[in-house]
């Protein structure tokens, strides 16, 4: 396995809104006035003469469909698989669908924000062509994957850190919540079979950090001085009521 830095690599916290000029609205709605279930709908209810022409992928969060619907709201495709998505899913230029998806009952516990575990390509016709499970007590990817052009797929991953390796990177003693510390790292995963993968390639968050707050570790610097490291204090001020911060820590949400 290489652990290095690559050019290219880049992160994206996505924090603007989206303005929308087409919306298709596809779940429950209410149940009918004379008493009846919920209905499982689709309907087109906007369609604006700018919207941008084309067809438009959903995989809701809490569904294990995802569907291609075109401009007039019409599912022209759907795929049905065995896990909600952890983050929203790729077509790719082959017509084959790439997806996270949570892991059920997931080892490294707890419930992060954008759970994954799971990395899932269908062909077109629905048929399963990667069904790759990935996750440790220590390691969980979260969120964004994304289709490399050799074919690889690069994902965010989620490490947890114990209070003692947090502490031993120079982290406030106070902050950490709970006796652990989550940081991100980017993997890159060859797919070897159907069910299989291969880590070729990973980057760590927590090789590329700063602290000024013990001189007698390696990382101790000045923290304006290093703007390609991260302080590992950034948000270690105490919580509420004085408690420890929050073990989700840097927390990445998209990767491209």
């Known amino acids: 396995m290489r652990t290095a830095s690559r050019t290219g690599v880049c992160f994206s916290l996505l924090l603007g809104a989206l303005a929308f000029t087409a919306v298709v609205v596809i ?4 149940p009918s006035p004379t008493g009846g279930p919920a209905t499982t709908g689709t309907g087109l209810i906007r369609n604006d003469p700018g919207a941008f ?10 569904s294990k469909s995802t569907f291609l619907i075109d401009m007039e709201g019409r599912v022209v495709r759907s795929w049905q698989t065995d896990a909600t998505p952890s983050s929203i899913a790729y077509l790719q230029e082959n017509g084959n669908l790439l997806r996270p998806a949570l892991f059920p009952n997931s080892p490294f516990g707890g419930r992060t924000a954008g759970a994954g575990g799971k990395l899932q390509e269908f062909a077109w016709n629905g048929d399963v062509v990667w069904d790759f499970d990935y996750v440790t ?10 289709r490399l052009p050799n074919g690889n797929v690069l994902l965010i991953v989620e490490e947890k850190k114990t209070a003692d390796e947090a502490i031993a990177a120079g ?11 989550h940081s991100d790292a980017l993997v890159e995963i060859r797919p070897t079979g159907r069910t299989t993968g291969d880590v070729v ?8 950090l700063v602290q000024d707050l013990d001189k ?4 101790y610097g000045d923290v304006a001085a290093h703007p390609e490291r991260v302080d590992i204090n950034f948000t ?10 929050p073990a ?3 927390h990445f949400n998209a990767v491209g």
Do not use: C, F, M
């Open 27 to 30: 779940g429950q709605q209410p």
């Open 53 to 62: 022409q084309g067809y438009t992928l959903i995989s809701p969060l809490q």
């Open 137 to 146: 007590s220590t390691v969980l990817p979260h969120h964004d994957l994304v």
């Open 171 to 181: 982290r406030l003693p106070a902050s950490v919540r709970g006796g652990e510390l």
């Open 201 to 208: 390639w990973t980057w760590r968050l927590w090789d590329h």
């Open 216 to 219: 007698d570790k390696a990382n």
């Open 236 to 245: 270690a001020a105490p919580g509420r009521n004085g408690g420890p911060g």
């Open 248 to 250: 989700d820590w840097t």
